[in-house]
């Protein structure tokens, strides 16, 4: 996957980023190239979380429930979770943290 860095806008492959540490649900990366710390925008980071969650959540509802009815809303549910996710995660904007 190819990111950008919000400061010096180099095109960075993420296997080249050595750097990387974890705050909260945010996972904060540094730059190879200018150094700087950035990470996926706030509210992104959220809506993200957000989506993954209710992925876990209708797949678990899904195993456990019995009515056919239900397991349609939860598979939908899911889905439209997991491609905002997904969306997010590819297309998603990063900002600067600090150098």
């Given amino acids: 996957m190819i990111t950008t ?6 095109k960075i492959n993420t296997k080249n980023i050595k750097a990387t540490q974890k ?5 904060e990366k540094k730059c190879p190239f ?4 950035f990470r996926l925008k706030a509210p992104l980071a959220v809506i993200k979380t957000i989506g993954l969650s209710s ?3 209708t797949s678990l509802l899904n195993m456990f429930t019995i009515k056919n009815e239900l397991s349609y809303i939860f598979s939908s549910v ?5 491609v905002i996710a997904l ?7 990063q900002e600067k943290i600090y150098n």
């Fill in 5 to 10: 860095c919000p400061n010096c806008q180099e």
């Fill in 23 to 27: 705050k909260g649900i945010h996972l």
């Fill in 34 to 37: 200018c150094e700087t710390w």
């Fill in 55 to 57: 992925l876990l959540i």
């Fill in 78 to 82: 899911g889905f439209i979770g997991i």
């Fill in 87 to 93: 969306l997010i995660t590819f297309w998603g904007k």
